[in-house]
T-cell receptor, first 114, second 110 residues
């Protein structure tokens, strides 16, 4: 699985958009970008994933650059409950993978301030 | 659809004892993975079971074992507990698109 690089921490004002970057310059053509978050002492929560195109769901938007070497997770209107560690993970899709192991890095601690 | 459930949620054991943790995956999911999370090592993959077979294993000693039943429910066992086994143990169930995590079992070894 490709290695990812994320900032250690970020701050965001409540109500503003939170933009969390992730670099994955060694991503392979069949690897997806997955985002999870973990609120203190809870299990990681799946947010969104994508291969090439930008994706949006009820939680967030994922913007992947054309060369796929980096991506940005966007929380459009951050709330205090969005304070969490956000993990960017790159791996082959689950449907075609021979295993379902996720490799977590240290992630980005996003702190949403009132 | 119900999420991943784990029991018990909290557990206190003493060194040398053994412990069994249980995980019920999302209905229809055949893969169950286990992870250990500690402040020092972060989230680390323990093993994955698919259709009752261990398909992948992380770098943990043999004291850590698991199994999966025909209904996809899974258990993990840790024998001869050590202080360093104190951690949050997470179970994840995988479907077609991605992996979903349970709330975890927090184990404290005294």
């Amino acid at each position: 699985d490709a290695k990812t690089t994320q900032p250690t921490s970020m701050d965001c004002a409540e109500g503003r958009a939170a933009n969390l970057p992730c670099n994955h310059s060694t991503i392979s053509g069949n690897e997806y970008v997955y985002w999870y978050r973990q609120i203190h002492s809870q299990g990681p929560q799946y947010i969104i994933h994508g291969l090439k195109n930008n994706e949006t769901n009820e939680m967030a938007s994922l913007i992947i650059t054309e060369d796929r070497k980096s991506s940005t997770l966007i929380l459009p209107h951050a709330t205090l409950r969005d304070t969490a560690v956000y993990y960017c993970i790159v791996r082959v899709g689950f449907s075609g993978g021979s295993n379902y192991k996720l490799t977590f890095g240290k992630g980005t601690l996003l702190t949403v301030n009132p | 659809k119900a999420g991943v459930t784990q029991t018990p949620r909290y557990l206190i054991k003493t060194r040398g004892q053994q412990v069994t943790l249980s995980c019920s995956p999302i209905s229809g999911h055949r893969s169950v993975s286990w992870y250990q999370q500690t402040p020092g090592q972060g989230l680390q993959f323990l093993f994955e079971y698919f259709s009752e077979t261990q398909r992948n294993k992380g770098n943990f000693p043999g004291r850590f074992s698991g199994r999966q039943f025909s209904n996809s429910r899974s258990e993990m066992n840790v024998s001869t507990l050590e202080l360093g086994d104190s951690a949050l143990y997470l179970c994840a169930s995988s479907g077609f698109e991605t992996q979903y995590f349970g709330p975890g079992t927090r184990l404290l070894v005294l």
